[in-house]
C-alpha cells in the first residue's frame, strides 16, 4: 500500500527552483532514504510534504488523501510527522511535557491527562529516555535532545515519520543505537523517510534510496544499486 | 605551540572539566575524541576565552592567553569554527566571509583570501550575494569554515567539521584541511567522524565525562581496543 | 513527612481564602480613601494579569492593552445609562474581546517586535479615530456616566480579579497552558506537532483582552468625564507590561506581586513627586531588567534555591545521610 505519493512536486523561490518536479512514492513500513549533495533540496522537499512552506505546483497524497496545501497541524494530526535538522525541541519543557504535547495535540482524540501522560511514559521507555523525565530539554546532550524529538514525533502517533539528518553530530557507536531505535519504529508498523549524509545508517537499514541534486531526482534503487552508481559517486558519495 | 595545563572548568556549581591538559605543536593537526556531552566544546571555549577555567593555564606561542577575551585570542592567530557554524543569518555570504577578516590587518589582504575560499568552495562563490539563512545546511557550514580560514589564522579549532555535510564534502574537507596543514596551518579538530578524523591527524586525545582517558598518535589510538569499540563501532 | 506535604498542599488555598474574606469585609471597616486605593491597585492587577496571560506565555508583547482599557470605559460611556450595571460591563468585556479576535486574527502572524509595534500602534489608531468622530460626525466630546458607589466598583474588581486568577491557573495547568509555553518556546515545533496556532493564539488574546475590558467598563463609572484621549492613554499599555515583568512571570501571582507593589508606589509617588514620579519608575524597571529578569518572584525562588543548596552543603559536611550530590 503506497502511504505517500508525490507528483510532479516543485517550488520556486524567487529565481531560484529549489525542488523540481520531483515524484517520490513511498510503501507501507518501508524506510526509504533520501540523500544528495549540500543544497539539493532535501529539507525543502520535506517542507513541501509537512506543509512547512506551499508548494509552487505538484500534488502530494498521502494515505489516499490530497494534503497539498494543509496546514502542518493538520498533516500532523492526519498522521504525518516530521523532525527538524536544527533539532527543534522545546529547551524550556521538561521532556515529559515536550512528548505530552505530541500525545494530546498530535492526534484528532481527545485525551485526558491520564490517557496521554500513560502514552507518553510508554514512549519514554520505548526510546530510552524514561531517566530523563524531568529534565528541562535545554540541559541535555545533543544526542538526548534528538531522542526527545524523536519521542515526541512519536507521540502525535504517525503513520510516516520524517527524519532529518537525526543522525548528524553522533559518533559511530551512537549512530549504531540510532540505528537500532529506528529499526524498532519501522517494527511498530510506521513508514520512515530519512534524510541523512551519514552512509552507515542509509546503506544498513534504508530498504530503498532516493538521490536528489539541485532540485531534481537523480537516482533511485536498493543501496547496492546507489552506491554503485557513477552518477551518485561523482555528485554527491565521492571516491 | 598550544600548550593546555590542568584546565579545572564548572558551570555555575557542576564541575565539567577535571585537571585537562593538552598540547598541539607548529604544523600538527590533532584530533580531540569524545561523546556528546564530555565536555569537548566545553574545552574548545574555555581556550578561546568564551568561558573562564577555575584553575589551569593555556598558553599560545609562550605568552599565557588564560581567560583573555575571545577578540584578543583571534588577534593573535587563533580561529575558531563553533559547532553549527553561527553565521550571521541576515549578511550575505559575501558578507560573512569580510567579517572573518574584520581585524585591521585581515581587512587589508581580505579580496585574496576571500579568493582562496572560493576556489576551495565554488559553490559558495556561485551564491555570494545570497543571504546566510537561505543556505542548506551544508553550504553554511562550508561558510563556517571560509569565515574561519579568513583572519589568516595560525592555529584553527574546527569543531564538528562535518556536521551536516554529504560524504564527498565531508572527503574534499579533510583533505583541504590537509593542505591548509601543507601550507603552515596548525590544526586541531573535534569530530564525531573518528575514522576519517584519525586517518589525517598525527595525534589524538580522548576526553570522557571531562577527563583525558587516552593520547598518543593516530596510529595507536586507531588500534586501541577502548577506541575501536567505543568510537569507531567495530 | 506525610502530615507536612498535606498541610502544604492546603495551605496556600487557605491564605487566599482568608485573604480574599479580609478584602470582602473592608469597605466595612476603613477609610474611604483606602477602598479608592484598592480599586487602582485591583485594575491594575487585572491588566496586569491578563498581559500575563497571553504574552507571559507566548512570548508575543503586547501594547494593546489600552485599546482594551478604553473599549471597556466608551462601553460604559455609551451603554452606562442604558443598560444595567452587570450587562453593561458584561458588554465591555465582550467588545474587547471582539476588538481583540479581529486585531489577532490580522496581526498574530507578525513577529515579535513587529507584534509589538502593530499593537501600539493601534491603541493610537482608535484613539483617534473615535476623536475625529467625536469632533466631526457626532459633534459631542466626553461623556458623563452614571455613578457607582466605589464600595460597588471595588467588589466587582475583586470579582473579576477572582475569576481572573481562576481561569489563569487552569489554563496553566491545562494541555493548553503547556501548548501557550510551546508557542513562546518554539512556534514552528508546535505547529508541526499539532498545535493549532493561530486558533490558540486569537482566542486567547482575545480571552485576555475580555478581562481588561470588564475592568475598563466598571472604572468608568467612578470617572466623570471621558473623552477618546483620556479612555486610550498608553499608559494602560505600559504599566501592565511593567508590572508583570517586575513581578515575574514564572508565578500565577507574580504579575499580582508587580501590579500590587507598583501601583501602591505609583500612588505614593504622583503625591509626592508629581513631576519625578516617571522617572523613579524608569529608573526601576531599568534595574528590574539589569538584576532581575524574572521578576520579583525569580528573586524569592532564587534565594529558595540558594537556600536549599546551602542546607545540602551543610548537612554534606555534617556527614548526613544524604549521598554526594557531584556528578
Given at each position: 500500500m503506497q502511504v505517500l505519493q508525490v507528483e510532479g512536486l516543485t517550488k520556486n523561490f524567487g529565481g531560484l527552483r529549489a525542488v523540481d518536479g520531483v515524484d517520490l512514492t513511498v510503501e507501507s513500513g518501508e524506510i526509504l532514504g533520501l540523500i544528495g549533495p549540500n543544497g539539493a533540496g532535501k529539507t525543502t522537499l520535506f517542507n513541501l510534504i509537512s506543509g512547512t512552506i506551499k508548494p509552487s505546483a505538484g500534488k502530494v497524497t498521502f494515505l489516499g488523501e490530497n494534503i497539498f496545501g494543509l496546514k502542518p497541524y493538520t498533516i500532523c494530526r492526519k498522521g504525518l510527522v516530521r523532525t527538524f535538522q536544527s533539532c527543534k525541541i522545546f529547551p524550556e519543557l521538561t521532556v515529559f511535557q515536550n512528548v505530552i504535547l505530541g500525545a494530546f495535540f498530535g492526534t484528532s482524540e481527545k485525551k485526558s491527562?491520564?490517557?496521554?501522560?500513560?502514552?507518553?511514559?510508554?514512549?519514554l521507555e520505548f526510546v530510552g529516555l524514561a531517566h530523563l523525565s524531568d529534565v528541562p530539554a535545554a540541559n541535555l546532550t545533543l544526542l538526548d535532545q534528538k531522542q526527545v524529538e524523536v519521542a515526541r514525533a512519536l507521540a502525535t502517533q504517525p503513520k510516516l515519520l520524517m527524519l532529518d539528518e537525526m543522525m548528524a553530530g553522533l559518533n559511530p557507536a551512537e549512530v549504531e543505537a540510532a540505528m537500532t531505535l529506528v529499526q524498532k519504529i519501522r517494527d511498530q508498523g510506521i513508514t520512515i523517510i530519512m534524510i541523512e549524509h551519514v552512509m552507515k545508517a542509509i546503506m544498513n537499514i534504508c530498504g530503498r534510496i532516493v538521490v536528489l541534486d539541485h532540485g531534481k531526482k537523480v537516482a533511485e534503487g536498493s543501496p547496492?544499486?546507489?552506491s554503485t552508481n557513477k552518477k551518485v559517486i561523482e555528485i554527491y558519495l565521492g571516491e | 605551540m598550544l600548550e593546555v595545563k590542568n584546565l579545572n572548568v564548572f558551570y555555575g556549581n557542576v564541575q565539567v572539566l577535571w585537571d585537562v591538559s593538552l598540547d598541539v605543536k607548529e604544523g600538527e593537526i590533532v584530533v580531540l575524541v569524545g561523546a556528546n556531552g564530555a565536555g569537548k566544546t566545553t574545552l574548545l571555549n574555555t581556550i578561546t576565552g568564551i568561558i573562564q577555567p577555575a584553575s589551569g593555564s593555556v598558553t599560545f606561542l609562550g605568552k599565557d592567553i588564560t581567560g583573555l577575551p575571545p577578540n584578543e585570542i583571534v588577534e593573535m592567530g587563533i580561529s575558531?569554527?563553533?559547532?553549527?557554524?553561527?553565521?550571521?543569518?541576515?549578511?550575505?555570504?559575501?558578507?560573512?566571509l569580510e567579517m572573518g577578516s574584520f581585524l585591521k590587518k585581515s581587512w587589508k589582504v581580505r579580496k585574496e583570501r576571500q579568493e582562496q575560499v572560493f576556489e576551495f568552495f565554488p559553490r559558495l562563490q556561485e551564491r555570494r550575494k545570497q543571504l546566510a539563512k537561505t543556505l542548506s545546511g551544508g553550504e553554511r557550514q562550508m561558510l563556517a569554515m571560509g569565515r574561519c580560514l579568513m583572519s589568516g589564522p595560525k592555529l584553527c579549532f574546527f569543531d564538528e567539521l562535518s556536521y551536516g555535510l554529504a560524504p564527498k564534502l565531508v572527503k574534499?574537507?579533510?583533505?583541504?584541511?590537509?593542505?591548509?596543514?601543507?601550507?603552515?596551518l596548525t590544526i586541531f579538530l573535534i569530530e564525531q567522524n573518528v575514522n576519517q578524523s584519525l586517518e589525517i591527524a598525527d595525534r589524538a586525545y580522548v576526553l570522557e565525562n571531562g577527563r583525558i582517558v587516552l593520547q598518543g598518535t593516530s596510529e595507536e589510538l586507531k588500534n586501541n581496543d577502548h577506541v575501536r569499540k567505543a568510537y569507531l563501532g567495530i | 513527612m506525610k502530615a507536612e506535604n498535606v498541610s502544604k498542599r492546603y495551605l496556600t488555598p487557605v491564605i487566599l481564602i482568608l485573604l480574599l474574606a479580609l478584602l470582602i469585609a473592608l469597605p466595612w471597616f476603613t477609610r474611604p480613601y483606602m477602598v479608592v486605593l484598592l480599586k487602582t491597585i485591583l485594575m491594575f492587577t487585572i491588566l496586569s494579569l491578563s498581559w500575563a496571560l497571553f504574552s507571559g506565555t507566548t512570548g508575543y508583547t503586547s501594547l494593546a492593552t489600552a485599546a482594551f482599557y478604553g473599549v471597556g470605559l466608551y462601553t460604559a460611556a455609551k451603554l452606562g445609562n442604558v443598560l444595567p450595571v452587570p450587562l453593561m460591563v458584561l458588554c465591555g468585556g465582550l467588545f474587547s474581546f471582539i476588538l481583540a479576535a479581529a486585531i489577532g486574527a490580522i496581526t498574530l502572524r507578525l513577529k515579535g517586535i513587529?507584534?509589538?509595534?502593530?499593537?501600539?500602534?493601534?491603541?493610537?489608531?482608535?484613539?483617534?479615530?473615535?476623536?475625529?468622530?467625536?469632533?466631526?460626525?457626532?459633534?459631542?466630546?466626553?461623556?458623563r456616566i452614571l455613578h457607582?458607589?466605589?464600595?460597588?466598583?471595588?467588589?466587582?474588581?475583586?470579582?473579576?480579579?477572582?475569576l481572573l486568577l481562576l481561569v489563569t491557573y487552569l489554563i496553566k495547568r491545562s494541555k493548553y497552558g503547556l501548548a501557550l509555553s510551546s508557542i513562546g518556546s518554539c512556534e514552528e515545533a508546535a505547529a508541526h506537532i499539532g498545535v493549532n496556532v493561530i486558533t490558540l493564539k486569537v482566542f486567547t488574546f482575545a480571552l485576555s483582552s475580555f478581562f481588561v475590558g470588564l475592568a475598563g467598563a466598571i472604572m468608568a463609572t467612578s470617572i466623570n468625564y471621558i473623552d477618546a484621549y483620556i479612555a486610550f492613554d498608553l499608559n494602560y499599555s505600559f504599566f501592565p507590561t511593567l508590572m508583570a515583568i517586575f513581578g515575574g512571570m514564572g508565578n500565577l501571582f507574580g504579575p499580582v506581586i508587580g501590579a500590587v507593589v507598583f501601583s501602591y508606589l505609583r500612588e505614593i509617588l504622583i503625591t509626592r513627586f508629581p513631576y519625578a514620579y516617571m522617572f523613579i519608575f524608569g529608573l526601576v524597571m531599568v534595574l528590574t531588567i539589569l538584576y532581575l529578569p524574572n521578576g520579583l518572584v525569580g528573586l524569592y525562588q532564587t534565594i529558595r534555591l540558594k537556600l536549599k543548596q546551602a542546607n545540602n552543603k551543610k548537612e554534606k559536611t555534617l556527614g548526613g545521610k544524604h549521598a554526594s550530590t557531584s556528578s
Open positions: 491527562w491520564e490517557q496521554a501522560a500513560l502514552q507518553t511514559r510508554e514512549i547496492k544499486e546507489i | 575558531y569554527l563553533p559547532e553549527g557554524g553561527r553565521l550571521f543569518p541576515d549578511m550575505s555570504i559575501q558578507e560573512n574534499e574537507s579533510f583533505q583541504m584541511l590537509q593542505m591548509l596543514r601543507d601550507n603552515g | 513587529y507584534f509589538a509595534i502593530f499593537t501600539l500602534s493601534t491603541v493610537e489608531l482608535i484613539k483617534n479615530v473615535m476623536h475625529w468622530y467625536e469632533i466631526n460626525v457626532a459633534g459631542v466630546r466626553g461623556h457607582v458607589s466605589d464600595a460597588t466598583v471595588f467588589y466587582y474588581l475583586l470579582g473579576i480579579t477572582v
